[in-house]
């Protein structure tokens, strides 16, 4: 599929304060957009990318509340019809798809059209996995509206629904048009959510960028009051990280892509053990990335000082700092009996300092001696 040229338009945004960072999957490449009150450009910025016979806009029902009027009056010259799902998880199923396709047809979307999805990392895996699947493969782009989906679920088209099984069994790579991120959607967001999102957050400082972690122990109050000058800046790092961590490996092919579940082997796990009604995922999340730091230190490759630096951040965003040794005994089990282990041994992102993590195998005796 061929990508559309941005015309000047967008030069004359940039001179606004319009960040603009690239993913680099050649043919498939694509921009991510970042400013504050983007949302009242999206008509503006949308028309650069073609002439689309139909617009549909998914959402959930809780941001049409807040955004609906703004973004159907934007994009009013494409008459777009607007698909609001109930908000959350539950949603993000085979059946949600299937009612989907038929909205699409019964509003004549082809492969001429473009679906917007405006909204969290539900609505923008749905949104992606229903346009990859219809007609072999729909343009849509990604408008998110939280934390969590603005630093991760809407770049890298990773897209996916569930299955009473397991979570994201159904899915498929298919990349968006564009990432179109307004900073200021975040002001709504309830606290918990905000939370969420400061994990991944975290633990982007972690594996990659030691400025980014120093800007968040200095920065952290202005963060957590959303001053858009602090949020800009740290959503501009973490979408510049995870644009090279997939351009490096879209498909995770390589191992490459995986320094992006730093904290994950353990939190998923922790996820499922409670049926995803314990644990919220960056809950989960948190306490694996200080399970991991555990074992880079028993390994000998990171001291304790890495430890108390994560902790400190992790707390004052409101995340767990420990663990129930019984619960994290279990998730292993989990994990061994879900043959995630091979050879005995399960593959760990280990931190070895701000900034730098490493793939290892990590022998059951090492976890032994940790729990
Ligand atoms: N595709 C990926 O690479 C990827 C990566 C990470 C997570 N995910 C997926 O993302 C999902 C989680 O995404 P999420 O954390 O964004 O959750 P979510 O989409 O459920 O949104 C969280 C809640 O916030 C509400 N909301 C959204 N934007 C709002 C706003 N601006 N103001 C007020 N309320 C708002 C939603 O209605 C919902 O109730 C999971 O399904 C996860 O599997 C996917
Ligand atoms: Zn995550």
Redesign the pocket.
């Known amino acids: 599929m061929s990508v559309t040229r941005l015309n000047t338009d967008d030069r004359q945004l940039k001179t606004k304060d319009m960040k603009t960072i690239k993913v680099k999957l050649g043919a498939r490449s694509y921009n991510i957009f970042i400013a504050s009150g983007l949302l009242k450009e999206l008509g503006r910025l949308l028309g650069n990318y073609g002439n689309f016979t139909k617009v549909l806009i998914l959402t959930?029902k809780?941001?049409e509340k807040?955004y609906g009027p703004i973004v159907a009056e934007n994009l009013s010259t494409y008459k777009p019809k607007v698909v609001a799902l109930e908000?959350?998880?539950g949603q993000?199923n085979l059946s949600t798809v299937e009612s989907l396709y038929h909205k699409f047809l019964e509003h004549g979307i082809d492969r001429k059209s473009l679906i917007v999805a405006v909204?969290?990392?539900?609505?923008?895996?749905i949104a992606g996995y229903a346009a990859a699947t219809f007609m072999r493969g729909i343009p849509y782009v990604q408008v998110p509206?939280?934390m969590?989906?603005q630093v991760?679920?809407s770049i890298?088209g990773?897209?996916?629904v569930n299955l009473p099984e397991g979570?994201?069994l159904v899915g498929c790579f298919y990349q968006p048009r564009a990432v179109f991120i307004d900073t200021e959607?975040?002001k709504?967001?309830?606290v918990g959510?905000v939370t969420?999102g400061m994990v991944e957050v975290i633990k982007y400082g972690v594996i990659r960028d030691p400025s980014l972690f120093s800007f968040l122990e200095e920065h952290l109050a202005g963060v957590l009051r959303l001053e858009q000058w602090h949020i800009e800046r740290l959503i501009t790092s973490c979408c510049k990280i995870k644009a090279w961590v997939v351009s490096k490996d879209e498909r995770e092919e390589t191992g490459f892509r995986s320094i992006l579940n730093y904290g994950h082997t353990l939190g998923h796990a922790l996820e499922a053990l409670g049926g995803y009604k314990g644990y919220r995922h960056g809950q989960a999340v948190a306490m694996g990335m200080i399970l991991a730091t555990k074992i880079a230190m028993r390994m000998g490759l990171a001291g304790e000082y890495l430890l108390g630096q994560q902790k400190g951040l992790l707390s004052r965003v409101g995340a767990p700092t420990d663990y129930n040794i019984e619960e994290v005994k279990q998730a292993f089990e989990l994990l061994y009996r879900d043959k995630k282990a091979i050879g005995g041994r399960l593959r760990f992102v280990l931190p070895v300092k701000i900034g730098k993590v490493i793939l290892r195998d990590v022998s059951p005796e090492v976890i032994k001696e940790i729990l």
């Open positions: 959930d809780n941001i807040f908000p959350g998880e993000k909204g969290g990392g539900v609505v923008g895996d509206t939280t969590v989906a991760d679920s890298g990773k897209t996916a979570k994201n959607t975040l709504t967001l309830p959510e969420e």
